[in-house]
């Protein structure tokens, strides 16, 4: 690799004092077809994990996670929105380059403020303590912070964001 031309996944940091432009950001359609896609794939591949791991049935399990991927899908959107922006503005980068580590941080911070938002729903639905459901929401949020980093930089690879 030339050092003088950064590679297409690691995009240079601004210099100390630099102001730049916001990079491209996605298009509202690209970030709804995004949150879309995250929660079906998530719903089609957690469901079956949860419904094994609570001992519920998967209808049960089903309808639960369907509202939890509801309440998901604002928060993904929204979220990501704010993300990436702050991430632009910091980096001069667009989200489609953010290099692993950015990915691992913007995961866990996803799930973190995800999970604050479903523990008490969890908790009403089920009847769980609260204790109980914030394991089972943990585990949740476990296998939704795995999902999350294959799926994101898969999907930055499908879609990459244009400039147009």
């Known amino acids: 690799m030339n050092a003088d ?3 297409r996944f690691h995009a240079p940091l601004k210099t100390e004092g630099e102001i730049s432009p916001c990079p491209p950001l996605r298009k509202p359609r690209d970030r709804l077809r995004l949150a ?3 929660e079906a794939t998530g719903l089609l591949i957690i469901t079956p994990l949860f419904a094994w791991a609570s001992g519920t049935e998967i209808v049960s399990s089903f309808a639960l996670l369907a509202v939890l991927s ?3 899908l604002a928060w993904n ?3 990501n929105t704010v993300f990436d922006l702050l991430d632009g503005k910091l980096t001069g980068r667009r989200a489609d380059r953010r290099p692993i580590r950015m990915r691992i941080l913007h995961a866990m911070l996803f799930e973190i403020g995800i999970l604050s938002i ?3 729903v969890l908790v009403l639905w089920t009847g769980m ?3 109980q459901a914030l394991i089972a929401d943990l ?3 476990l296998a939704y912070v795995i999902h999350a980093f294959f799926f994101h930089l898969c999907y930055d690879r499908l879609f990459p964001i244009r400039a147009d």
């Open 77 to 79: 959107t929204a979220f």
């Open 36 to 38: 879309a896609l995250f």
């Open 70 to 72: 509801v309440i998901a």
């Open 118 to 120: 479903t523990l008490p």
């Open 5 to 7: 031309r950064p590679d």
């Open 129 to 131: 303590g609260w204790l």
């Open 139 to 141: 585990g949740l949020a």
